[in-house]
């Protein structure tokens, strides 16, 4: 505490060199942590558009004639076709599922696997 004080007191010019590094690591963290959130939104939001892509494809490749008799079945390809569609309409990406915010590259979507089986639907 000593120090402190005796730093604060100091005509040299030392305090003002204090601030300033003080300053300078406030607004770096605030940096760090706003990129951070952005990014975080930024996942949020594509996650929330590839479920609601991944559950409407699903429900348009339902083959309703098995649904009467209790029988559930799906045409996978169907819906495969149809979630890329829904990716390049819907989410905006090009054929490499790239993503552009007018001529800025934003993110890119990258497919691990999809697993669809025709019955039971999933």
């Known amino acids: 505490m000593g120090h402190f004080k005796r730093m604060m007191n100091n005509r040299k010019g030392d305090v003002f060199l204090f601030i300033l590094i003080l ?26 558009v590839i479920q609601r892509g991944v559950n ?11 649904r009467r008799d209790g029988c559930s079945r799906m045409d996978s390809a169907l819906a495969q076709e149809t979630l890329y569609e829904y990716f390049h309409e819907n989410m905006g990406l090009d054929s490499e599922l790239n993503k552009y915010a007018g001529n ?8 691990e696997r999809i697993d669809a089986t025709d019955s039971p639907p999933a």
């Open 104 to 111: 800025q590259w934003v993110y890119q979507l990258e497919v």
């Open 23 to 48: 300053v300078f690591f406030i607004l770096t963290l605030a940096v760090i942590l706003s990129e951070y959130f952005r990014i975080e939104s930024l996942y949020q939001q594509a996650e929330y």
């Open 56 to 66: 409407s494809s699903v429900e348009y490749a339902m083959q309703d004639d098995y």
